[in-house]
DNA sequence: GTACTTCCTGTAGCCACTACAGGAGCAAGA
DNA sequence: TCTTGCTCCTGTAGTGGCTACAGGAAGTAC
């Protein structure tokens, strides 16, 4: 059993997150010591990384925490991850398709802007009428 | 001058909006009528149109309000603008290479989980030592 | 005993909105 | 004139996922 500072070292979640995840649920509390301070078993830690790598790889907590209800139980949870998975991927898809366009929007802006004259002719593309319209969605 | 609806149908900007960036100080307040109520003018509703543009390119409202700041004086903008532009990019750059990481990170844990089987791979993977290196960064 | 570090709780801040409560004004029709 | 329905007002709280800080208590090393 080891202090949050420890647990926080070996997992690589920050002491205020694990205390963050702690008070939102995504990991149980843990035991305490006789002067209340938070100590953590071996599995704990695991699942503490656990929910470090789903985040480093952007599923929301709430995902994260059907995929920790699913650990534990063998049968149908694969179907379920998977289709949780494909719709992430389709989200982070959308994102980079948008991004990119943005991109270009921006490109297509910013290159009229290397002429060394005083006016900025970006500043005049956004505030004319004209622009703007191709670039719409959320990222 | 027109109520804020109509400045809200003409700008594209969410009426709510509209009054968080009076309230954060990103457009000036405008005038009201005798009963109080939001009148715009012309030229407000063009620079709401610009405030939209930007965010719609991405940038933080901070940019944007020094990109207001450059409208109207015409000497040294241009510079400016193209740096923080430059540097937009440059994030858009990284959150593009980040995203397509992860992307692939995501792809290849998910592969084998298309057999049927009834244990999950792929969070059996997430909860492996072995796992989780490669994709580290923030999005 | 003292200095230093780690830990505790609770609260507030970040970004850029969005939603809602509870009220007031305004325009059109009966 | 009255009612109906729409728009608008202020103020506050919620979103996600943390992060930072205040003010204190406990543990450790010398």
Chains 1, 2 share one sequence.
Request: proline share 3%; charged share 25%; with cysteine.
């Amino acid at each position: 059993m080891i202090a949050i500072g420890q647990a926080s070292q070996q997992s690589g979640v920050n002491i205020e997150t694990i205390r963050y995840y702690e008070r939102v649920g995504v990991v149980p509390k843990p035991g305490r010591s006789t002067a209340g301070r938070r100590l953590y078993s071996v599995d704990e830690i695991a699942k503490l990384r656990f929910v470090k790598r789903c985040r480093d790889l952007g599923f929301p907590i709430p995902i994260i925490q059907t995929f920790l209800s699913f650990t534990g139980q063998e049968d149908r949870s694969c179907g379920e991850v998977e289709t949780l998975a494909e719709d992430h991927l389709a989200q982070i898809d959308a994102k980079i398709e948008n991004l990119a366009r943005l991109r270009e929007a921006l490109l297509n802006l910013s290159k009229n802007c290397d002429d060394g004259t005083a006016a900025c002719s970006m500043l005049d593309s956004l505030m004319r009428d004209s622009f703007g319209e191709a670039v719409a969605q959320k990222s």
